[in-house]
């Protein structure tokens, strides 16, 4: 583990705030901004909830998946065995939002039956869903 986890938030301070990744506490969190926390992932941490909870005591969670698979390339280095999200931002109104899609596989990859599900201001019903089909 280890790894370098950006958190950020939209609304809301995260001055103070407190994360743990499937109810194992993170003990490094450095504030970068009052709406950016940069944390480590915890030993013993597992797929499952990330969970992120400010100084006034509310808490929002997260899916996050831990990657445990990796394998080596020809120039020594590691890559991921697949297509994962490296990467998520969520900007306010008329800002810039993107996700980063980090292909190490070594080769092209069709983004045919790919697609990206939305979730508008923590509605968990209805979907914008972003078919991949013409991304490569």
């Known amino acids: 583990m280890g790894t370098e986890v950006i958190v950020m938030a939209a609304a809301n301070n995260l001055t103070g705030a407190t994360v743990s990744f499937n109810e194992v506490a ?8 009052a709406t950016q926390i ?3 992932v915890p030993l013993g941490a597992t ?7 400010n100084a006034q005591g509310c808490t929002v969670t997260n899916t996050f998946t831990v990657i445990n698979s990796v394998s080596s390339t020809c120039q020594g280095g590691n890559v991921a065995p697949d297509l994962f999200i490296s990467e998520v931002t969520d900007a306010t109104t008329g800002g810039l939002s993107y996700i980063e899609i980090y292909n190490a596989t070594g080769s092209a990859i069709n983004m045919n039956g790919y697609s990206i599900k939305t979730y508008f201001n923590g509605d968990t019903l209805t979907p914008n869903t972003l078919a991949l089909s013409n991304f490569f």
Do not use: D, Y
């Open 47 to 53: 797929s499952g909830n990330l969970a992120t909870t």
């Open 38 to 40: 940069k944390v480590l």
């Open 26 to 33: 993170a003990t490094s969190v450095t504030q970068i901004s």
